[in-house]
């Protein structure tokens, strides 16, 4: 070969190559953005969440904690989020574990078409990449972390499965039940989506086998189904025996409320507000309606498809969808949560119809992949900046913060706001990150031993949670101030023009922002 073949050869390497991974540097951008631009992330459970791990990170050296919460680690799922964020909290502070962990549950959300749709099609098609779209949903706004890592992480493990389901017999037995395990102490629900996906994908490849011309049925299972089989009992047996011997009792769990067919319907009507709630307002509003008849369009003129093979899983996962209780072990919309699950999926299993799978694109293809990623980065920079503009509203919560003493007792609160819109900026857990910088008692953490969480307070003050109602107070209540006195030296009240009842005159304010007040009781340490 010549040497300027070679290097036309090279450039045309060095094409496939750009045109096969610049996708995933999308997916790279779509997760890093947002948490770059980002003091505190604007998510709403994700304030409660990171404070545990401020005292998971600090506890064995913190006389002051000591005396409020306990370490409580078993075996259970639902531990994604304490278990990423301590091993990286060893390495760097607290608040870049956490967002760390974001990033890879971005990330994985993001990846989840894409993975897919390489496992479907041979390669990432413009549909897949719209699922991008998908990725900063109103899951991610209620901060459901360990679910939403969950579900990303089930979704790219479905992928691996389809991709590798015929490979060595030793990953099928070995790989995939270790993984399978991962998933589960990552989310119950993200364990139950990943074994309905790949299940209801082996139960189609298998009824496509079967099928035999003339109408006959051939029922033998091959060697490969049989040893997938395997693979998947293998892959469900340790999950379901950990979650018999430590999951929910019945005494902690207390409502599992169905909620009616007429709501699951009206959630998959609202499903693209709820997918791509509006950031950049016209942009996003136009999305909503533009998106889903385009989707619609294209399947009714079969110009594309969705892949035989995921029918079954699709089908499987709406059928969950509409047996899912909108409350289920005490926890509320696990319904609403298998929205961004379904999309995801969705996006990821459409192909053209007139395109092999793994076939060259075309040239309005190629287009049209263009032109995802332009919607796909115009949504991010959005929700970047968006994100970025919490900075001011979070501040003067952090400028509160650095007049609490260690070894203070804080109580929060918000006066009727709107109720639990999220809207704007979510606040009603940011007081709880006082921990980020002090040694310091709050109420209504996520620590408790039947939640399945890492920490629980300790039984001389878990009481105090239910002194008072909150954090947030509606229709005009008040905080309880008779039952608070002498339990609390400090006060963050948010809005406290909505109580009821005035703040007794023994609280002293010695902090005041635009919403924002921090009161010291008159027996309390003074600030340092």
Same mark, same amino acid.
């Given at each position: 070969?010549?040497?300027?073949?070679?290097?036309?050869?090279?450039?045309?390497?060095?094409?496939?190559?750009?045109?096969?991974?610049?996708?995933?540097?999308?997916?790279?951008?779509?997760?890093?953005?947002?948490?770059?631009?980002?003091?505190?992330?604007?998510?709403?459970?994700?304030?409660?969440?990171?404070?545990?791990?401020?005292?998971?990170?600090?506890?064995?050296?913190?006389?002051?904690?000591?005396?409020?919460?306990?370490?409580?680690?078993?075996?259970?799922?639902?531990?994604?989020?304490?278990?990423?964020?301590?091993?990286?909290?060893?390495?760097?502070?607290?608040?870049?574990?956490?967002?760390?962990?974001?990033?890879?549950?971005?990330?994985?959300?993001?990846?989840?078409?894409?993975?897919?749709?390489?496992?479907?099609?041979?390669?990432?098609?413009?549909?897949?990449?719209?699922?991008?779209?998908?990725?900063?949903?109103?899951?991610?706004?209620?901060?459901?972390?360990?679910?939403?890592?969950?579900?990303?992480?089930?979704?790219?493990?479905?992928?691996?499965?389809?991709?590798?389901?015929?490979?060595?017999?030793?990953?099928?037995?070995?790989?995939?039940?270790? $993984?399978? =395990?991962?998933?589960?102490?990552? &989310?119950? !629900?993200?364990?139950? +989506?990943?074994? #309905?996906?790949? @299940? %209801?994908?082996?139960?189609?490849?298998?009824?496509?086998?079967?099928?035999?011309?003339?109408?006959?049925?051939?029922?033998?299972?091959?060697?490969?189904?049989?040893?997938?089989?395997?693979?998947?009992?293998?892959?469900?047996?340790?999950?379901?025996?950990?979650?018999?011997?430590?999951?929910?009792?019945?005494?902690?769990?207390?409502?599992?409320?169905?909620?009616?067919?007429?709501?699951?319907?009206?959630?998959?009507?609202?499903?693209?507000?709820?997918?791509?709630?509006?950031?950049?307002?016209?942009?996003?509003?136009?999305?909503?309606?533009?998106?889903?008849?385009?989707?619609?369009?294209?399947?009714?003129?079969?110009?594309?498809?969705?892949?035989?093979?995921?029918?079954?899983?699709?089908?499987?996962?709406?059928?969950?969808?509409?047996?899912?209780?909108?409350? $289920?072990? =005490?926890?509320?919309?696990?319904? &609403?949560? !298998?929205?961004?699950? +379904?999309?995801? #999926?969705?996006? @990821? %299993?459409?192909?053209?119809?007139?395109?092999?799978?793994?076939?060259?694109?075309?040239?309005?293809?190629?287009?049209?992949?263009?032109?995802?990623?332009?919607?796909?980065?115009?949504?991010?920079?959005?929700?970047?900046?968006?994100?970025?503009?919490?900075?001011?509203?979070?501040?003067?919560?952090?400028?509160?913060?650095?007049?609490?003493?260690?070894?203070?007792?804080?109580?929060?609160?918000?006066?009727?706001?709107?109720?639990?819109?999220?809207?704007?900026?979510?606040?009603?857990?940011?007081?709880?990150?006082?921990?980020?910088?002090?040694?310091?008692?709050?109420?209504?953490?996520?620590?408790?031993?039947?939640?399945?969480?890492?920490?629980?307070?300790?039984?001389?003050?878990?009481?105090?949670?239910?002194?008072?109602?909150?954090?947030?107070?509606?229709?005009?209540?008040?905080?309880?101030?008779?039952?608070?006195?002498?339990?609390?030296?400090?006060?963050?009240?948010?809005?406290?023009?909505?109580?009821?009842?005035?703040?007794?005159?023994?609280?002293?304010?010695?902090?005041?922002?635009?919403?924002?007040?921090?009161?010291?009781?008159?027996?309390?340490?003074?600030?340092?």
């Amino acid at each position: 070969m010549t040497g300027q073949a070679m290097r036309v050869a090279a450039r045309a390497g060095a094409g496939v190559t750009w045109r096969r991974w610049w996708p995933w540097l999308l997916v790279l951008g779509a997760a890093l953005l947002p948490v770059l631009a980002a003091q505190v992330p604007p998510l709403l459970d994700y304030h409660n969440h990171l404070a545990r791990q401020y005292i998971l990170a600090r506890a064995d050296g913190s006389d002051a904690l000591a005396q409020w919460y306990r370490t409580s680690w078993h075996a259970a799922p639902y531990l994604a989020f304490d278990g990423i964020v301590q091993a990286f909290a060893r390495l760097v502070p607290v608040d870049v574990a956490g967002k760390i962990f974001l990033v890879l549950m971005f990330g994985m959300l993001a990846a989840a078409p894409l993975a897919l749709s390489q496992a479907v099609n041979g390669r990432v098609t413009p549909v897949a990449l719209l699922g991008l779209l998908f990725v900063y949903n109103d899951t991610v706004r209620l901060g459901f972390t360990n679910y939403l890592f969950g579900i990303g992480f089930a979704l790219c493990a479905a992928a691996l499965w389809i991709r590798w389901r015929t490979g060595p017999v030793l990953s099928r037995l070995l790989f995939f039940p270790l $993984l399978c =395990s991962l998933v589960f102490f990552s &989310h119950l !629900l993200g364990f139950v +989506l990943y074994v #309905l996906v790949i @299940g %209801s994908y082996e139960f189609g490849r298998w009824f496509d086998d079967a099928r035999q011309p003339g109408g006959s049925w051939r029922w033998r299972l091959g060697r490969d189904q049989r040893l997938n089989l395997a693979s998947i009992a293998l892959q469900c047996a340790l999950p379901l025996a950990i979650f018999a011997a430590f999951g929910p009792s019945t005494e902690s769990i207390t409502r599992n409320t169905y909620g009616g067919l007429a709501r699951k319907f009206g959630l998959l009507l609202g499903a693209p507000g709820y997918l791509m709630p509006p950031v950049l307002w016209s942009f996003d509003r136009v999305l909503q309606v533009a998106l889903p008849l385009t989707l619609l369009a294209l399947l009714v003129s079969r110009r594309w498809r969705i892949d035989p093979a995921m029918r079954w899983p699709l089908a499987a996962l709406l059928l969950l969808f509409f047996a899912m209780p909108m409350e $289920l072990f =005490s926890g509320w919309g696990a319904d &609403h949560r !298998l929205l961004p699950a +379904l999309g995801l #999926l969705l996006m @990821g %299993s459409m192909r053209p119809a007139a395109v092999a799978p793994g076939g060259e694109r075309g040239r309005v293809e190629r287009w049209a992949l263009l032109l995802a990623a332009l919607l796909v980065m115009v949504r991010v920079a959005a929700v970047a900046d968006q994100w970025r503009k919490s900075n001011p509203v979070y501040a003067e919560y952090l400028q509160a913060f650095e007049l609490v003493p260690d070894g203070s007792r804080m109580y929060f609160a918000f006066g009727h706001a709107g109720g639990q819109n999220i809207g704007g900026y979510p606040v009603y857990h940011l007081p709880t990150l006082v921990l980020a910088r002090r040694d310091v008692y709050v109420p209504f953490l996520f620590a408790t031993d039947s939640g399945g969480f890492t920490l629980a307070y300790r039984k001389e003050v878990e009481s105090w949670q239910r002194l008072s109602p909150g954090p947030v107070l509606l229709n005009g209540a008040s905080p309880d101030w008779a039952a608070l006195s002498g339990r609390f030296d400090y006060y963050l009240l948010v809005d406290e023009r909505h109580f009821r009842d005035p703040v007794p005159a023994s609280l002293s304010p010695v902090f005041q922002g635009k919403s924002v007040k921090l009161y010291r009781a008159s027996a309390a340490a003074a600030p340092r």
